[in-house]
């Protein structure tokens, strides 16, 4: 080799040996862990090598638990978010005035620490014997059942986790939106509007396509985080999730390192390259779908 | 159909929340008579964008009304007005192909003027084709060059049949040869649809060379309406003067004393005029090369340039860094000579008032007086 091609090659040896060390090797790594079987964490050997650990994982219950929840939770917030902020976005683009003021008020949960606005859930949404929680005095006024949402019926978490969910990806999605609004070429509108498009069909036929890549950022980036969603869980529902069966994958991979079960890589790793699979697939067909959807300069 | 601006004027809140305005447009008043190309000229931020945009319908004067024809449209929203409109950013739809953007306005028609797939196909064929981009139907915008996309803004204004068809900076974007094209194209589309156009341009050059009338404004104000060489021949004030004509007018500070017009020392005229302090403006073909001539500059340069000679020489009294006069090639000076002289042609040489910058109409009257 040259010194010609040499030359890039030094360039990047810094950043390839980071991430040789710090990404290939444990994703490697976990891969080994995934299909060693009988592993034992204090000796560190294993009886042999085969696809048990993914058997084992696809069939406990805890898992399928885990994915479902998963599941639910992006369905539900993905588009319900970016949705939301969507019309968020809208409504400050047309409002320039007040537009600083709600960036800044729509920004706080952003800048907000997890635990810190777990704990503000906990507060409007908890039972306890000495308080009925905010949301459940609302509840009484409009002369409804209190609900335990944090340690009632599934439905009642899941709603929760959604609207926690929803809540703290919103700031981000909005200041993303609001700035890809803000880049449209203005005189677009001014040529639909000379040419009398209903505000409708503006907003399907110019505002939509002029941010389809935002918007498929949104839900991409949306989909991968949602997937792997374990801290706001652990916030509200606290640390023994799957007793409280509202467990995640992340959770459940956490739990089968380090929880009061744990102790099993082998489980974790398999769990973990379960999730990767899925998140690569929906990506895949993310992209495929945008490729007729979305319109790139 | 004819336009009629009465007393139009635009005023915008100022953003320094001190409450006060700037007026962009000031009370202006003219026609514009059907059919014809109307040019709209003036500096940057002169108001004439806002201009464009209240005879569209974009914007709503703060006073004055509108009529096309002989209907009052101050309050008609655009698309009730029949006006198509070119941006001087295309403002193409991006993600549209040629045919898609063309038909856009089409497809906004309701009730009875509802079009079918293949009206909407045909009208916008029919556009295409008078702009000679019929070829190009299936690209997108960003797939074309800058006179092409241009083409296209002008199809999808036209695609409509409007009233009136305004044309906002439409060659900024274009490099020169393609202007010089494109603006031919455009005086020759207006002449086949007989459309009443206005056409807005800070160059006074793209404005003389295809109005049939020009409109020069001046920090929201009217200058003056005419003919273009009649406006550049008769000019009313010395901005319109030093606004039209490349190489510019050349400027000088003189004074009129005892019926002789004065330029530093050197009587320059007669004049029938009283004493008074003056500008006096003289064009660059307003020069006569003459070993007798009373005016006198300094000599910097000769420059040949195909049919005419210019002659770049300096004048203490002159506004502008050089003096510029074109004379016939044969005429031509020593170039190592000193000093240049020069007879004035009277018709070329423009007076205008030193404090109110109007113009003053003298009359020249022989030596012998
Ligand atoms: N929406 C607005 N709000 C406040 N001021 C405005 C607004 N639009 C224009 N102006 C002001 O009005 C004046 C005229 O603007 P306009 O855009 O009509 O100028 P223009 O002649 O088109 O200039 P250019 O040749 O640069 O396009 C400017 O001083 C501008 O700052
Ligand atoms: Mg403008």
Known sequence: MNTRSLKPW??????????????????????????????????????????YNYSYVLHDQYFLQAVKNTFILVIITVPLSTGIALLISLGLNSLPKLKDLYQTIFFLPYVTNTLA????FMILFKKTPYSEGFVNLLIHFFGGESVDFIEGPYWAKMFVMCFYTVWIVLPFKILILTSAL??????????????????????????????????????????????????DVVAIFGVNLNAAGMNTIVGYVYDMLYGDSGGYPSFASAAALILFAIVLTITCINLLVSRKKVYYD | MKIVLDHLTKRFPNRNKDGGFVTAVSDFTFEIPDGKLVGLLGPSGCGKSTMLNMICGLEVPSEGRIYFGEDDVTELPPENRGVGMVFQSYALYPHLTVMQNITFPLENLKGKDKLTKEQMKAKALEAARLVQIEQLMERKPSEMSGGQQQRVAIARALVKKPRVLLLDEPLSNLDARLRLQTREEIRRIQKETKITTVFVTHDQEEAMSISDLIVVMSAGVLQQIGKP??????????????????????????????????????????????????????????????ENGPFTCALNRVEVM??????????????????RSIISTEDKPDPDAQDVHFFLKPQKTLLFDRNTQERIYYHEVPEAL
């Not at chain 1, 710090?22 to 790594?29: A, S």
């Open chain 2, 229 to 290: 060489q009649e406006v550049y021949d008769d000019p009313v004030n010395l901005f319109v003067a030093k606004f039209l004509g490349t190489p510019a007018i050349n400027v000088f500070t003189g004074k009129i004393r005892n019926h002789r017009l004065f330029i530093g020392d050197e009587p320059v005229m007669h004049v029938q005029e009283d004493d008074r302090e003056v500008y006096v403006g003289i064009r660059p073909e307003g020069f006569i090369l003459d």
């Open chain 2, 306 to 323: 195909g049919r005419d000679t210019s002659v770049v020489s300096t004048h203490p009294l002159c506004e502008n860094v050089v003096v």
């Open chain 1, 182 to 231: 803000a880049s449209v070429d203005q005189d677009l509108y001014k040529a639909a509007k000379v040419d009398g498009t209903s505000r409708l069909r503006i907003f399907y036929k110019i505002t939509l396509p002029m941010i389809s890549p935002m918007i498929f950022y949104l839900i991409i980036t949306g989909f991968i985080g949602a997937f792997k969603a374990y801290s």
């Open chain 1, 117 to 120: 606005v777990g704990l503000v």
């Open chain 1, 10 to 51: 030094l360039y990047l040896l810094p950043a390839i040996l980071f991430l040789t060390a710090f990404m290939v090797y444990p994703l490697f790594d976990v891969f080994v862990y995934s299909v060693e079987e009988g592993y034992n964490f204090a000796s560190q050997t294993y009886s042999g090598t085969g696809i």
